[in-house]
């Protein structure tokens, strides 16, 4: 009796033959983050309208906090930091990347969409993460890329070592260099077995090819993942170069609001979400009903910087509060990208009273405000650095101990900032001439009036004039804000009808009326003031 397994005697029977054996291949595996997702919508304990009412922080967790002494931010360090988070005044975070990446750094290359970043912890850390940022009605939105995977994702290596891969058309290939294109990152054009493939970054992020279903329904399908889990809205990156049309139309096409709204209206059916998108070269248009919703106001941060280091308000600032729809826009000083501008330490460099001034303006005009972590204690630049984008995600400074408390590894993942030893957590925390006890005050006066959030807004002051004057109302509130951006005092006055009796100050606390004689109120240099009209 012939105990080997049939299988196996037809094998050595071919051997024996000479015979050789054409195996059927085997099937590719499917990667970890592609197939569907059905929606489970959580329950949500945030209030009504807190996208609007609150503001939010940008925090890289990879330099927030580090918990298990490797050098490396995590969400374990994160979440021990919220109760912070909390008595700053902060409702929302934006965490930029935390899925598992090429690049270990940033976090924008992508190789697992449904997967934490290893050294960032586990999912179960995220939903610890989640669930205590929510009890203390922080939300969270997430950092996500459409545009680009990271070249090292398996279903972009699919596509790359073969034509007959099932996702060889889920990106951008010629056969022949298409020429003639030059786009903010040179030639986007990038040789690749025998074929050119388009990558609008760098060689290492190729663009999806967003016109195919499966693409777009592989992303759909890793929102619902995140949204199931409890997040509470995105920030969607690149969005100005979802779609190309041509050489000459790469950017900003139709299309990128087609799928955006389409992204929208998934959000929508988990309830009350929220997403901002980053288009820099035209934020206005993803910035409707019919597109993101929201989208960052870039542009508006220069001028609201260069008026409080010139000394006087810059007419961009007027003519972007009217031709923007800043009241649904982000708003920002500096995020994690240097065209955006450097970190506001180096902007500013020691002028305090501008850097003061410049916050204030961003925390009292209209829009969704977004802080850069650090920024409420003035952090500044890390050095050296790869690149200067790297210079602006040092380390959190949390006090003046070794590594300035944010690690207790020999050496945290990129050199302290330059200034930890002056400006860090500890140093500032009961310091009531603080930088950050002044984001303290200001967040909790747009906490309390929900004028500043949602108000409308009324200019009373012209270019070039050094005190930035403007009204901003709701269901009867009204607040007056007053910023000198001028090193020297000064005198503004106010239109007809102003009376020193109506108005009363509430930020800074104790601060004396600034009201003269007819309708004139005088500052001091770099004197902010916000009054708020007695009722009647």
Known sequence: MNLLPSSLRHLLAALALGLTLHCAPAAEPVPADVGPVAAAPPASALPAGW???GVFMEILVRAYQDSDGDGIGDLAGLTSRLDYLQALGIKGLWLMPVFESEDHDHGYAVVNYRAIEPAYGTLADFDRFIAEAHQRG?????????????AAHPIFESAYDSRKSPFADWFIWADDKPRG???FAGDPWREGNQRWYYAVFDAGMPDFNLRNPKVVDFHLDNLRFWLNRGVDGFRFDAVGVLFENSAAAWENQPENHQLLKRVQTLLASYGEKYMVCESPSDPAPFATPESCGSAFAFGLQKHIVASAKLGRLRDDVL??????????MATLLANHDYFAGARLARQFEGDEGGYRAAAATLLTLPGIPFIYYGEEIGLG???PVANADQSLRGPMSW???RNAGFTTADKPFRANVANWRTHNVAAEQDDPRSLLTWYRGLIALRNAEPALALGS???LSVRDQPVFAFLREHEGA???VLINYARAPATHALPAGFKAADWQPVFPSGAASPFGAANAVKLAPQQVLVLKKKPT
């Open 51 to 53: 996208a609007q009412r």
């Open 138 to 150: 922080i939300a969270v939105i997430l950092d996500y890329v459409m545009n680009h995977a990271a």
């Open 181 to 183: 294109w030059n786009t």
């Open 319 to 328: 003519y972007s509060l009217r031709k923007l729809p800043v009241a649904q």
């Open 381 to 383: 630049l890390s050095a």
């Open 399 to 401: 006090s003046g101990e």
């Open 457 to 459: 807004f009324t200019a």
């Open 478 to 480: 009204t607040l007056l």
